[in-house]
């Protein structure tokens, strides 16, 4: 009798270690494909990284001081399209909105699919960089030779000078890097 209630006690024994790994394997698997988004809302809310952020509007410059903003571009090497940015640097009173434009070309012999990424440096400016307008919020159909001036309208939160950690900020450089997109479904859509 005492082997037989050693096995029972043994068998539930077990079963309560792979109910608990099978509800670790579970939690872990469900953090990991959270793990993404919940990062992109941090980086968002708070600027780390450099994050812009979004807004409908600037609140007007009211006298504030000039801004330096540098505009930096790259492509990956999958990616064969001409790209940079028509300003370099523009200088602009903190407040005030501003359009700049960059020039794409796809120097490619087919349809191709970009889409960009983006950082601010210093990345503790990030939240700072507000963006109304981007190209970089939707990927980019350009056809063999197609070119096109894509806008990044965008201003400085006057609350940039309130914060002791960005006070002696005075040149914020955004940089994007346009890559082909991992989704090319466009490109068939548009051969329609």
Do not use: H
Not at 170 to 185: A, G, H, K, P
């Amino acid at each position: 009798m005492n082997t037989i209630d050693n096995n029972n006690n043994l068998k539930k024994q077990n079963k309560k270690v792979l109910i608990t790994i099978s509800f670790i394997v579970i939690a872990m698997l469900s953090l990991s494909y959270a793990a993404v988004p919940l990062y992109d809302i941090f980086c968002r809310v708070t600027g780390f990284g450099g994050t812009t952020q979004i807004a409908s509007s600037a609140p007007g410059s009211f006298g504030n001081p000039d801004i330096n903003i540098r505009f930096e571009s790259s492509t990956t090497s999958s990616l064969n399209w001409e790209f940079y940015s028509k300003s370099k640097v523009v200088s602009i009173p903190i407040g005030q909105e501003k359009t700049i434009f960059y020039f794409a070309r796809n120097n490619s012999s087919e349809p191709v699919v970009g889409t960009a990424t983006f950082n601010v440096t210093p990345a503790k400016a990030g939240q700072y960089f507000m963006k109304i307008d981007c190209f970089c919020f939707v990927e980019q159909l350009l056809k063999p030779g197609e070119s096109m001036n894509m806008p990044v309208t965008f201003f400085i939160d006057p609350d940039i000078y309130k914060d002791e950690n960005v006070k002696e900020v005075n040149e914020i450089t955004l940089s994007y890097t346009f890559m082909r997109s991992m989704d090319q479904s466009m490109v068939n859509s548009s051969e329609l």
